[in-house]
């Protein structure tokens, strides 16, 4: 019975915001009150710099990939792993810790799915720098590569637990991201930057 707090542990784990707590510990401004407002590593990029917004990704890729690989080391069951990648990547949309406010979850997103099975992590790489490499959108190369998970989930991790839980974080991370959609529809959309620092 013991397994079905994994899921717990995996939004709790998804709620550590490593925007905010990069940002306390590099000095900088809280990221939720800066630049696009979002606590993720593009928005730390524009305003604190490459050093910064690495040290985000990183922490928003490990609070999915640590949740899945315990739940994996300690079940197989697919409804539960499948429990516990939609609940990593809620924390991280919904921090318990801070206010419930919290980040788009591209960088979770691709850390819930690559512990669960290295090669859908491979593909949504690959689909992320391709289109970030033409377009210089990061937000056009999330969505394209969310949009193509669930083909992924399909022909990698096969099954229905599996199936409908990479369309709920897809469905999720689209809501998330309609004002990107509004601003990319629009032209006024920011583009990558590679900072100066």
């Keep these: 019975m013991w397994i079905y707090v994994l899921p717990v542990l995996g939004y709790l784990m998804g709620s550590i915001s490593s925007a905010v707590v990069i940002a306390r510990m590099m000095g900088l401004k809280d990221p939720r009150t800066e630049g ?43 409804v539960i792993l ?17 206010g419930f406010k919290g980040g788009k979850g591209v960088a979770t997103a691709f850390g819930v799915f690559a512990a669960l099975n290295p090669w859908l992590g491979l593909a949504m790489a690959v689909s992320w720098l391709i289109v970030a490499a033409a377009f210089r959108y990061s937000s056009l190369a999330a969505l394209t590569t969310a949009a193509l998970v669930p083909v992924y989930v399909w022909w990698l991790q096969p099954g229905t637990a599996y199936l409908l839980m990479a369309l709920v974080v897809v469905a999720l991370l689209f809501w998330r991201h309609r004002d990107n959609i509004r601003r990319l529809l629009a032209g006024t959309e920011s583009k990558i930057s590679l900072g100066s620092r």
């Design 82 to 98: 499948a429990a516990v990648v939609v609940a990593a990547f809620l924390g991280h949309l919904y921090p318990v810790f801070f």
């Design 36 to 78: 696009s407002g979002n606590p993720g590593a593009t928005n730390i990029l524009r305003y604190g710099g490459r050093k910064a917004a690495v040290l985000t990704l990183l922490g928003d890729v490990l609070k999915g990939v640590v949740p899945v690989l315990i739940a994996r080391a300690l079940t197989q069951d697919p």
